[in-house]
């Protein structure tokens, strides 16, 4: 018998290598996932608005009224529930315009984010 030991294992080298083709590979995908997850939150947010302006004015439509909080949008079914804004994720949050019309009766006629961030193009979130 000769005195040859077989070494298991990895040596430091082979580590530092895979090491570092697995941070090479994180700074390509890193930068997609985040920007992926920025995106989806405009889009929803796009979407929320929609659906509260459109809630609004069914709601003015029928009660010729604009609605005090968003909770009476809930109380009387045009909601089921106030939606988090997901910039902020936080359903009180939201930013309110009072109606242009003077004669006008309630307190919301328009919703916007309440987040201070600016969009990928350029325009505030609370601008929308």
Known sequence: MSNIRIKNGFT???MLVVLAI???LLSLVTPRYFDSISRSKETILKHDLMVMREALDKFYSDKNV???TLQELVQYKYLRAIPDDPLTDSAV???FSPPLDIEA???IYD???GSPDIAADG???ADW
Do not use: D, N, V
């Open 12 to 14: 430091l080298i082979e």
């Open 22 to 24: 697995i941070a090479t």
């Open 66 to 68: 604009y609605p005090e």
């Open 93 to 95: 949050t939201w930013i």
């Open 105 to 107: 009766k309630g307190a």
């Open 111 to 113: 919703i916007h984010s």
């Open 123 to 125: 325009s505030y979130y």
